[in-house]
């Protein structure tokens, strides 16, 4: 193998401003290097040393064992690249035989790889084709480029299409050797909430959409049902618990002799007093909230009316006592 690079010395006459000494013994080493690994299955790591050794020598051999390499690697459109580009390299005068048999069959492996390659036809619908960007496997493909097939290898291709609103689309697809695919990227946009439909300007509301003023209130405020309402139940209280006075001074009366009176009517007596007090209060009470209720009609076209629970008053009375409780 040490021999495979070897150029007669008219040619390394000719190629002394291409390439130098060092570079000529370099890329015989990796050549060398990547032919043992390949042997023993280590692609990748033989892929990167024929690279290497093809960039320094530039030969029709480190061309061809590239291409073959790269086939094995399963990356066909780079091995029909290397094969092809050992016919771009100038045939030197004092060229090889095993130079010769390599670019002979450099191009024949071209021809053989072509049918093998698969490839892609992307198309994106939805939105116009100037504000679109496509990349396959993060290459990005000129839009001018997306109507005519994209030779990839076989494997595994994830498509994204963006545009420039925003917008975007993406597939995963699978490819064998030699399969043709058409892919299609359907992109749709959210209506911006800034333009209205057919003009893309900025947005106007209409009459109905402006909101109106709230409209004055003429209904009767909190006050007044919360004043009138005291009114009545201080009325109500201050009725009932008087009548219960007066009902108990008429027993006291009826047991009393005159200014003596039978201990056993002590508890009418006191009883009678409170209800009696009660009954004070609670028609004061009512006018109180008589007064209110006339207040609030005066400010009530200023105020929404209250729901019908928002106020309430219920009077009580127990053994010897009576009163008014409510909440507002």
Known sequence: MLGALAIGAPAREACAQQRSAVDIAQARELFNQAMDLREKGNVNDSLEKFRAAHALAGTPITG?????????????????????????????????????????????????????????????????????????????????????????????????????????????????????????????????????????????????????????????????????GVAVAGAAVGSVTGLMSLSKASAVKNACDGTTCPRSIDGDLTSGRTLGTVSTIAFAVAGAGAVAGVIGLIVAPHHEPPAPSAAWIRPWVGPGSAGVTGGF
């Open 64 to 228: 061809l064992e590239l291409g073959r390499t790269y086939v094995t690697a399963g990356k066909l459109v780079e091995a029909r690249e290397a094969f092809l580009s050992v016919g771009r390299i100038a045939v030197q005068p004092a060229e090889t035989a095993k130079s010769r048999a390599a670019r002979k069959e450099s191009a024949e492996l071209a021809e053989q790889v072509r049918p093998r390659i698969p490839s892609l036809v992307v198309r994106v619908v939805g939105v116009p084709m100037d504000s679109v960007a496509v990349t396959v496997d993060g290459a990005v493909v000129p839009a001018e480029a997306l109507a005519a097939p994209r030779l990839v290898n076989p494997g595994s291709h994830k498509i994204v299409a963006t545009t420039t609103s925003g917008g975007n689309a993406e597939t995963t697809v699978e490819l064998k050797d030699g399969e043709t695919r058409e892919v299609e990227l359907k992109i749709v946009l959210a209506p911006s909430p800034t333009t209205t439909a057919g003009t893309g300007g900025p947005s106007v509301p209409t009459p109905a959409e402006t909101p109106a003023p709230p409209a004055a209130s003429s209904g009767l405020g909190p006050l007044v049902y919360a004043g009138f």
